[in-house]
DNA sequence: GTGAAAGCGCTAACAT
DNA sequence: ATGTTAGCGCTTTCAC
C-alpha cells in the first residue's frame, strides 16, 4: 500500500509538505503542491484514514441501529440519515438489532471501540438502558429514534403516539364505534405503551369503558405475528366493531387474518393502524392511518447528533406531529352485525 | 478517554501485558489477568479499534454498495450480507448508489482510503468499470453482486437472467401467447441487457419473429417509472397479449397502468416479471415471476469476499439458478381480444 | 514555505 | 510470564 513517505520521497518534500496538499492547507507553494499532486497521481495514493482517525481522534462516521430494516419505515429512515449523513461529511454504519437486546448491546460495544463520532438508536426497548448507559459513560454522543426508553431524560427524535392514537381512536368513535380492540407490540417498547396508554385514555374520555378482552400483545416484526386473536371468537354482540394496530406490520397481519375469516374491511369490521403500509401501487391505499415521517426523522437525527458532536450540552428533543389519513377502512358505522 | 496505558499504570503491568489479556492470549498468568481485567471493568475499557487496524493492517469491515435499498430484493440481500458478516466477525458498512455513478465512484475512493477489507458491489452500470478498476489496482478484494460488467472478469455473485427470461418467455408461448411485450431497464445494466437478448432470442427459438415497437426501455428505480407503454396505443390485433417485465418495481408500475386502462390481468393482458413483488399478507401472490435468492445472494458474497481474502488468487464465480413461479397472472391464453 | 521530531493507541518481535 | 523497543500512517508543534 502506498503511504505518504512513498509520495514524499518521489516528490522530494517532507511527508509534512505532502500532508498539507492533501489536506488543502494555504502555506505551499505553487510549485511544490503541483508536484507533490503529480506524485499522487502517479502512484494512486489515496490518504489512510484510518491513520488520520487515530491522530484527529474522529472517524467522520455516524452509526444507526434500527430493529429491522426490513420495515419500510426504518428502511425510509435510513435513507434519510444517509442523504444527510453524507451530505455533511459522513459516513453511516448501519446495524440491525432485530429488537434483541443482546445483539444492540454487542453492537454498541463494537461501536465504542471503534470510537464512533456518534450513535442513533432505535431502542429495542426499556432494557436498552444498558447500552445508553454505556454511550454516556464512554462520552459518546447519542441520541434516541423513534422509542423513548423509561426512566431516562436524553437526546431524542420520535413521533408523538399519544396524539396519533387519540385521532386514531377519536376518529373510529366519531364513525359510530364503541367497541374498539387494540393491537399493541411488547409494552417495554415505549410507542406500543404509549399507543395503548393513549387508546385506553381516549376511550375513557369519551365515557366508553375500557374492555380488556379487546386488547392483545402481538410483534412489530413482520415474522413474529401470530394470526389468531382472540376477541374474533367472542359473541357476536360483544365482539369489537373495529380494530387499531400499533403498526403497518401488524395491520398487514390482521388483515389476512380477517381475510381468513371472510370479515370485509369497514362493512364488517373497521381497520386502523400507525404508520403507512407498504402497497402496490395499483392498490388505491385504502387503510385509515397515522403517519409520521421517516426520512424527515432520519434526516433530523443526523442533525441532531452533528449539533451535540459541536456541543455536548445540546440535547435536542425534537417531537414530529403524526398526520391521520382517514380512507375506506373506517367508513361510518352502520351498525351492520359482524358475519 | 481511557487507553491501554491507563490500565497498565491501574494494573501495575506493561502495555504489553494488557494487549495480551484483551486478545485473550495463553501466556499470561492467572493472577496478572484477573488484575487486569479488574482494572478494565473498573475504567470501563474498550480497546480503540482504529488503533489495532492500523496497526494490523485490517478494519474487519466489508463495505456493500447497492443501488437501492429501498427495493425489497436489495433489502433482503443486505440482511444476508450483514448476518453473514456478523457471524465471521466482521462489520457490515452499507452504501447506497442510487444507480449514480458519481455517486459510486465517491464512495469506492472513500472505502479505498478506510482500508475497508473488501467491497461488495452491485454496479451501477457498464461504467462502473472505472469503479472496479480502482479497487483492482488496490489491491482490495471485490465481488460484484447481481450484476455483471461488459468486458471484465472477476468474482461475482448473480442470478441468471438469461435462463430465468428464457423460461419467463417460454412459458408465456406455452400458454398461447405470440405477441409478447418487453419492458426493460437502460441496458448499460448487465441484467436488463441479458433479459432483453434472452427475451428476443427466445422469441426467435420458438420461430416468432421480434417486434420493437413491443420492447420498450424503463428503470428498475420506483421512482423512474413512466405511466406510458406505447405498445398498449396500439391496434388490437397487434396489441400485445402478454408483457414481461425486467423487474419487481417495474411490474408493480404496469399493474397500475393496466389499471387504468381497465385492462384485467390474465384475462386481457398476461403479466410476468422478475424478482418477487412485495404484497401485502393478505393478498394471495398472483403475479408469474421469476425469483431469485437475495438473502442467500448477500451470505454468499460475504463467504466470497472472505475467501479472496484469505487466498487473492481465488476467484469466485457463482452463480444462481433462477425459480419459475407459474402463478394466475399468466394463465392460459384464450385468446380473448384486448378491451 | 518547508521540515524534524514526537505522538495518536496499539502490538509484533525481541528480550529477559 | 512479563517487559522493552519500534513502528503502523498520519498530523501537530515548533523550528528554520
Redesign the pocket.
Known amino acids: 500500500?502506498?503511504?505518504?513517505?512513498?509520495?514524499?520521497k518521489l516528490a522530494?518534500?517532507?511527508?509534512?509538505?505532502?500532508?498539507?496538499v492533501?489536506?488543502q492547507?494555504?502555506?505551499?507553494?505553487k510549485?511544490?503542491?503541483e508536484k507533490v499532486e503529480q506524485a499522487i497521481q502517479e502512484l494512486n495514493?489515496?490518504?489512510?484514514t484510518?491513520?488520520?482517525s487515530?491522530?484527529?481522534?474522529r472517524m467522520k462516521t455516524l452509526a444507526l441501529l434500527v430493529t429491522d430494516i426490513t420495515n419500510p419505515f426504518f428502511t425510509q429512515m435510513t435513507r434519510g440519515a444517509e442523504d444527510e449523513a453524507n451530505k455533511q461529511g459522513y459516513q453511516l454504519l448501519l446495524c440491525n438489532t432485530d429488537e434483541n437486546i443482546a445483539k444492540e448491546k454487542s453492537y454498541i460495544l463494537a461501536l465504542l471501540g471503534k470510537r464512533i463520532d456518534g450513535v442513533m438508536l432505535v431502542p429495542s426497548g426499556d432494557e436498552s438502558l444498558d447500552s445508553i448507559s454505556s454511550l454516556r459513560q464512554a462520552g459518546v454522543p447519542f441520541t434516541l429514534l423513534d422509542r423513548n426508553i423509561r426512566g431516562i431524560e436524553c437526546s431524542h427524535v420520535t413521533g408523538d403516539s399519544k396524539e396519533g392514537t387519540r385521532q386514531l381512536v377519536q376518529h373510529l368513535i366519531d364513525q359510530g364505534h364503541r367497541r374498539i380492540a387494540m393491537i399493541h407490540a411488547p409494552l417495554n417498547i415505549s410507542t406500543s405503551r404509549e399507543r395503548n396508554e393513549a387508546y385506553k385514555a381516549t376511550l375513557r374520555a369519551n365515557g366508553l369503558s375500557v374492555d380488556k378482552r379487546l386488547i392483545v400483545e402481538s410483534h412489530y416484526h413482520l415474522s413474529k405475528q401470530s394470526n389468531t386473536w382472540s376477541f374474533l371468537q367472542m359473541e357476536p354482540a360483544e365482539r369489537p366493531t373495529a380494530v387499531v394496530a400499533a403498526n403497518n406490520f401488524i395491520a398487514d397481519q390482521l388483515l389476512k387474518t380477517l381475510a381468513d375469516h371472510d370479515l370485509t374491511i369497514s362493512e364488517d369490521i373497521a381497520v386502523a393502524c400507525f404508520d403507512e403500509l407498504l402497497l402496490p401501487s395499483y392498490i388505491e391505499p385504502f387503510l385509515t392511518t397515522v403517519s409520521q415521517p421517516p426520512y424527515a426523522m432520519g434526516q433530523r437525527a443526523v442533525e441532531c447528533i452533528l449539533e451535540q458532536i459541536k456541543d455536548p450540552e445540546a440535547v435536542q428533543q425534537e417531537q414530529f406531529k403524526p398526520t391521520l389519513h382517514v380512507r375506506r377502512s373506517t367508513n361510518e358505522w352502520r351498525g351492520a352485525p359482524l358475519a
Do not use: C, F, G, W
Open positions: 500500500m502506498v503511504t505518504i513517505y512513498d509520495i514524499a522530494n518534500v517532507s511527508t509534512m509538505t505532502v500532508s498539507r492533501i489536506n492547507k494555504k502555506n505551499v507553494s510549485e511544490t503542491r495514493y489515496v490518504p489512510n484510518i491513520a488520520q487515530l491522530q484527529a481522534n
